[in-house]
């Protein structure tokens, strides 16, 4: 059963341009990862600086490999001075409702 994510992200509103740049890069490797159905960046209309990355995935296993990448080999180490908070991930699953 197929997955979504939402990781939510706070840049420093001088930082945008540089984020921009960073996930340009590194949401092709995400994209490319095995199990990713959609991966999207949703940038609030009112403010550039909140950012969603809207993700599915085919199967939990497939999110946990993901986030077990990016904890290690696959870190993205320019990302943590460029948040102005902690990101927030929550994971969902869908319903019969």
Known sequence: MSVTVMLE???KPES???AREVFA???VKTRAFKGAQVID???DEEDEAHWIIYEVWETVADDEAYRAFRAG???I???PPLLAAPPVKTRYVTTDV
């Open 16 to 18: 945008v341009a540089e």
């Open 73 to 75: 080999e696959g870190k």
């Open 41 to 43: 960046a949703l940038i």
């Open 9 to 11: 992200l706070r840049f």
């Open 25 to 27: 890069r590194e949401l």
């Open 77 to 79: 180490n320019d990302l």
